[in-house]
């Protein structure tokens, strides 16, 4: 079993509706969290971090964290056509923030 | 420069080559980190190095890989006789930190092993 798992998708949703991805992971000893979007053949790019438990909002996106449950989210509002990519979560130790676990990603289609 | 470069973007080589790919982190980024990018997969941790210095190469997945930093800036992931198992895109980011949040990527070096 993966440390992190993410449903690969893909999720076609109609432009302007609410977006919801998520992940689960089993190590209880991740403690950042992170949110990356990629598009085709280009690298991943960050969208959201998080330090342990709790929610943080910038601008569309909000992001969630429930440790108790080992479960992230990330919330797109309004979304765009330019949204359309593979969204990436991926966490890491307090003592190796430096190396990311990743899941799979999941291909969000965002339909005008 | 402006970003993290990758080159070569494409390479196609035979089993049992030798290939080098090479990245050139932000200036000012003493951290930098090598991740591989199977079809349909996360990156996977290779090696990350602080400085001149490898200070984790845990993810390395045998001696047939190896990597340099030699002046602290550009940084060359070299593999030996290479396997069509290594077919990947192999991506490198940069940080100013040596923090999961301040990651710079490249758009990667995509290998293809025929």
């Known amino acids: 079993q993966k440390e992190v798992e993410q449903d690969p998708g893909p999720l076609s949703v109609p432009e302007g509706a609410i977006v919801s991805l998520n992940c689960t992971y089993s190590?209880?000893?991740?403690?950042?969290f992170m949110w990356y979007r990629q598009y085709s053949r280009k690298g991943p790019e960050l969208l959201m971090y998080?330090?342990s438990s709790g929610n943080k909002e910038d601008g569309r996106f909000t992001a969630q964290v429930d440790k108790s449950s080992k479960y992230i989210s990330l919330f797109i509002r309004d979304s765009q056509p330019s949204d359309s990519a593979t969204y990436l979560c991926?966490?890491?130790?307090?003592?190796?923030?430096?190396?990311?676990?990743w899941g799979a990603g999941t291909k969000l289609i965002i339909k005008p | 420069g402006a970003g993290v470069s990758q080159t070569p973007s494409n390479k196609v080589t035979e089993k049992g080559k030798y290939v080098e790919l090479r990245c050139d982190p932000i200036?000012?980024?003493?951290?930098l980190y090598w991740y591989r990018q199977s079809l349909g997969q996360g990156p996977e941790f290779l090696i990350y190095?602080?400085?001149?210095?490898?200070?984790?190469d845990s993810g390395l997945p045998n001696d047939r890989f190896f990597a340099v930093r030699p002046e602290g800036s550009v940084s060359t992931l070299k593999i030996q006789r290479t396997e069509r198992g290594d077919s990947a895109v192999y991506l490198c980011?940069?940080?100013?930190?040596?923090?999961?949040?301040?990651?710079?990527f490249g758009s990667g070096t995509r290998l293809t092993v025929v």
């Open positions: 980011a940069s940080s100013r930190t040596v923090n999961g949040d301040g990651y710079t």
């Open positions: 200036s000012g980024h003493t951290a």
């Open positions: 190095f602080q400085g001149t210095g490898a200070a984790d």
């Open positions: 190590n209880s000893a991740f403690q950042y």
């Open positions: 998080t330090y």
């Open positions: 991926a966490m890491s130790k307090m003592d190796s923030n430096y190396q990311l676990i």
